[in-house]
């Protein structure tokens, strides 16, 4: 299962004890549950509709009809295993990527999601060389940006024209067996992209200036930056999970690591439109049963400011994303 906890993201209403209690609403529908080790949501601008990549499935959930016994709209099943998604600003098109370790060919997916509520999903596939773990979009929806694993255990983020699939540019990572997470600023300006033997790591390109590599943790669960590029959220493990905030405008993209209080499996993050929280999903144990909480940080001061606890049974805790919905003006 999955919820949603509406929090008001304008400064004077943040919860200021830690955790405070919020009322969440449980998503219900057999076709929600998780059967993979990863599932990403990605959230239409009006919150009318959301959609989950999990294991090899594509599910558009009706979020104005969450508190019904089933809220989903239609089920896609591909033939590969999906792990992120992001949706264009205009909810036209849904952008998803897949792996599969003995045919890497056609990994990126434009999912037609415009019309879900009378037609099927339509899925266009273009060849990457390699296994998708990563998607962002440019706020223009003119580019998207896979993280991609090559054959030849390279990680890159081919950069691509969301109108005909064709190849932009490389953005050239490190080689390694990581999962490269992607985020990229509301200009495109700034992308960050998880490299390194395990993840630790992330390889930041800001406009013109050379591309730096900074070391954030042992592993990168969730990567987010702000709306202007200017700073880098990663949740990784670093001795305990923490959060590190990067700050790209300094010369060696300075490193503040933040304590978050009981997490011990982080399991996303997200960045307000204002570029001032992050807000981190996860369990306070590895155990199934643990307690599903949210984790919020001021950004500014570089530090944690909150936590949001779920207010259901264990049985019903299951957070593997976090999506903050805005609409574009």
């Given at each position: 299962?999955?919820?949603?906890?509406?929090?008001?993201?304008?400064?004077?209403?943040?919860?200021?004890?830690?955790?405070?209690?919020?009322?969440?609403?449980?998503?219900?529908?057999?076709?929600?549950?998780?059967?993979?080790?990863?599932?990403?949501?990605?959230?239409?601008?009006?919150?009318?509709?959301?959609?989950?990549?999990?294991?090899?499935?594509?599910?558009?959930?009706?979020?104005?009809?969450?508190?019904?016994?089933?809220?989903?709209?239609?089920?896609?099943?591909?033939?590969?295993?999906?792990?992120?998604?992001?949706?264009?600003?205009?909810?036209?098109?849904?952008?998803?990527?897949?792996?599969?370790?003995?045919?890497?060919?056609?990994?990126?997916?434009?999912?037609?999601?415009?019309?879900?509520?009378?037609?099927?999903?339509?899925?266009?596939?273009?060849?990457?060389?390699?296994?998708?773990?990563?998607?962002?979009?440019?706020?223009?929806?003119?580019?998207?940006?896979?993280?991609?694993?090559?054959?030849?255990?390279?990680?890159?983020?081919?950069?691509?024209?969301?109108?005909?699939?064709?190849?932009?540019?490389?953005?050239?990572?490190?080689?390694?067996?990581?999962?490269?997470?992607?985020?990229?600023?509301?200009?495109?300006?700034?992308?960050?992209?998880?490299?390194?033997?395990?993840?630790?790591?992330?390889?930041?390109?800001?406009?013109?200036?050379?591309?730096?590599?900074?070391?954030?943790?042992?592993?990168?669960?969730?990567?987010?930056?702000?709306?202007d590029g200017t700073l880098l959220c990663a949740v990784a493990a670093k001795d305990t999970y923490s959060a590190a905030v990067v700050d790209l405008t300094t010369a060696n993209g300075e490193v503040r690591h933040i304590e978050l209080p009981g997490i011990r499996y982080p399991r996303g993050v997200a960045i307000d439109p204002n570029g001032r929280y992050a807000y981190v999903a996860?369990?306070?144990?590895?155990?199934?049963?643990?307690?599903?909480?949210?984790?919020?940080?001021?950004?500014?001061?570089?530090?944690?400011?909150?936590?949001?606890?779920?207010?259901?049974?264990?049985?019903?805790?299951?957070?593997?994303?976090?999506?903050?919905?805005?609409?574009?003006?």
């Amino acid at each position: 299962m999955r919820f949603r906890t509406p929090i008001d993201l304008s400064t004077d209403a943040l919860p200021g004890t830690s955790p405070i209690t919020a009322k969440g609403t449980v998503i219900k529908g057999s076709a929600l549950r998780a059967t993979g080790d990863r599932s990403s949501w990605s959230i239409s601008g009006d919150g009318r509709h959301g959609f989950l990549v999990n294991d090899t499935r594509i599910v558009a959930v009706d979020l104005t009809e969450i508190t019904g016994d089933d809220p989903v709209i239609r089920t896609k099943t591909m033939d590969r295993t999906l792990w992120d998604c992001a949706l264009s600003r205009d909810g036209e098109h849904l952008w998803t990527g897949g792996f599969e370790t003995r045919k890497r060919q056609k990994m990126l997916h434009r999912v037609d999601v415009g019309k879900v509520d009378s037609q099927d999903l339509t899925v266009t596939s273009y060849d990457v060389s390699g296994a998708v773990f990563g998607v962002a979009l440019s706020a223009k929806g003119d580019k998207v940006y896979p993280g991609v694993l090559t054959e030849t255990n390279s990680l890159q983020v081919p950069v691509t024209n969301t109108l005909d699939g064709s190849l932009i540019n490389t953005l050239s990572g490190d080689n390694g067996f990581g999962k490269p997470l992607v985020a990229v600023s509301v200009d495109g300006g700034t992308v960050a992209l998880v490299v390194g033997d395990g993840g630790g790591s992330v390889k930041a390109f800001k406009g013109q200036d050379a591309p730096r590599t900074i070391p954030v943790g042992n592993q990168v669960y969730g990567l987010a930056v702000t709306p202007d590029g200017t700073l880098l959220c990663a949740v990784a493990a670093k001795d305990t999970y923490s959060a590190a905030v990067v700050d790209l405008t300094t010369a060696n993209g300075e490193v503040r690591h933040i304590e978050l209080p009981g997490i011990r499996y982080p399991r996303g993050v997200a960045i307000d439109p204002n570029g001032r929280y992050a807000y981190v999903a996860g369990y306070v144990s590895s155990d199934s049963g643990s307690t599903a909480r949210l984790w919020v940080i001021d950004l500014t001061a570089a530090e944690h400011c909150a936590s949001v606890e779920a207010d259901w049974g264990p049985t019903e805790t299951e957070i593997d994303d976090v999506e903050i919905a805005w609409r574009w003006e």
